[in-house]
């Protein structure tokens, strides 16, 4: 088992690595040849799919890991799962007609075109975690690599070819299809469609703790787009949304210590109370250290590497980046922190942060739009203090039940704010170029940490040794 856990964390960290760098660099192509006003029509359309899903968003299939040695567990979930997608479709294609008359008629097309899709998502994660439940990640990893592949070549192809909108929507199908097919052929599939009372009752009572979870997150996943395209042009939205995706880009390739550290814990979560401390304290520690390297890198660098690489047309979204560098600060280390929630099986903690993220975000949008001052800027920035104050609710908890050190939080936090106030008297005071810039932050950032924060490495290293 030890070796099978260990062989999973591998492909894990490598192979979601792979998916990030490879759906970034064909992204940056696909976004040379398509326009922002094309990325605001697809995302309004996810959003409002994303918006109607978040009512039926039960975690059935997360019951094939948690409750393994339920006997018929497997086809049970699979017939809630089934019954979830039908339920998913009768919800959203009225809804076609609220998106039409809010959004207008280009986006209620492409949102009735991807509802099919979506709905084929529910059951293609049953076969996926049944075979995750096994410690199959190598597949699972392999299989995700080449479906990613092989969508964002066709997205490209068909951009090129002047499909617009309509790419990105094939490229999503043929995700969907082949992660469906593929896992439904490895998983060996063998159980069938049940419906047994009693392992049901035990499913449902579970996935509603993971319902309200997954709905508060889906509803920040689709709120800000929704009400940015209320008020601002379709253009603006794309420019966001692109924002918004290079930013989670770069945060998934660093952020899967994440994975590995979580599934880690999620295996010793039942040892001596004094292990687990020290796993949480060193997990939160290094989890906030990569969000505040990576956040100096987005405020001092990436906006200029993003001008360079799109060009002009996507001034609007590289203007954006240094405003969720503060989404970066609470995301990362919030990531972590729900696992260990996750872990414990108790989510309901998660959803008291994401609802005061929620209630942050909504009350500030309808304050900026009452001031007329409800722009991109000033959406992003909102998502991130919002992240940041749903993230320090959890991180709380953990100071309260002592869990978790001060120390932890704030060392990191003051060791990248002194980095970043030397980097800041270098733009104000010279006339290095942005690399140069981030360079040295990242050179100061790195001997400090080096001086006072050694000893949290060496510990992280050779726990992960031995």
């Known amino acids: 088992m030890k070796e099978k856990i260990k062989e999973s964390i591998k492909w894990i960290f490598l192979g979601r690595q792979f998916q990030f760098a490879l759906s970034m660099v064909f992204q940056l192509l696909i976004m040379r040849i398509l326009s922002p006003k094309i990325y605001g029509v697809y995302a309004l359309a996810v959003s409002s799919l994303g918006f109607v899903a978040m009512f039926i968003s039960f975690g059935f299939s997360h019951s094939i890991i948690q409750f393994q040695k339920i006997k018929n567990i497997e086809r049970n979930v699979l017939g809630l799962t089934v019954l979830q997608s039908c339920v998913f479709v009768c919800l959203t294609l009225p809804a076609f007609f609220i998106v039409r008359s809010v959004y207008g ?19 293609s994660q049953v076969f996926q975690f049944s075979m995750e439940r096994d410690l199959d990640f190598k597949k699972t990893e392999i299989v995700l690599a080449i479906v990613k592949l092989l969508s964002v070549l066709t997205i490209l192809w068909m951009a090129w070819r002047g499909f617009g909108v309509y790419s990105l929507v094939a490229g ?3 995700k969907v299809l082949l992660e469906g097919l593929i896992f439904f052929k490895y998983s060996g599939w063998r159980y069938g469609i049940g419906w047994d009372r009693e392992v049901i009752r035990i499913i449902v009572v579970y996935a509603s703790k993971r319902f309200l979870a997954r709905c508060c997150s889906m509803m920040m996943g689709s709120l800000d787009k929704l009400i940015l395209g209320l008020v601002v042009p379709i253009a603006y939205v794309g420019a966001y949304e692109r924002a918004y995706f290079i930013i989670a880009s770069v945060q998934g390739l660093v952020g899967q210590i994440n994975s590995q550290f979580a599934y880690s814990l999620l295996n010793r979560i039942k040892d001596d109370l004094r292990k687990t401390v020290l796993l949480i304290n060193k997990g ?55 696992q260990i929630f996750n872990a414990a099986k108790d989510p309901l903690h998660i959803v008291w942060g994401r609802l005061m993220e929620i209630a942050f975000f909504i009350s500030m949008a309808l304050l900026l739009y009452k001031i007329g001052k409800l722009n991109n800027q000033s959406m992003a920035l909102n998502l991130g203090v919002s992240t940041a104050i749903g993230a320090g609710f959890l991180v709380i908890i953990l100071l309260r039940d002592r869990l978790l050190e001060y120390i932890t939080i704030i060392k990191p936090i003051l060791i990248a704010s002194l980095a970043g106030a030397i980097g800041l008297i270098l733009t104000t005071a010279t006339d290095l170029s942005p690399l140069v810039k981030m360079v040295i932050v990242a050179v100061i950032y790195g001997l400090l940490l080096w001086k006072f924060c050694r000893s949290d490495f060496l510990w992280f290293k050779n726990y992960w040794q031995t």
């Open 172 to 174: 999503f199908y043929l």
């Open 284 to 338: 939160v520690f290094i989890n906030i250290v990569l969000a505040a390297a990576f956040t100096l890198a987005s405020l001092f660098y990436l906006q200029d590497m993003v001008i360079q690489l799109l060009g002009d047309k996507w001034v609007v979204t590289a203007r954006l980046i240094p405003y969720f560098s503060v989404y970066f600060m609470g995301i990362i280390p919030a990531v972590f922190v729900r």
């Open 105 to 123: 008629g280009q986006i209620a097309r492409v949102y009735l075109l991807l509802i099919v899709a979506h709905a084929i998502t529910f059951i």
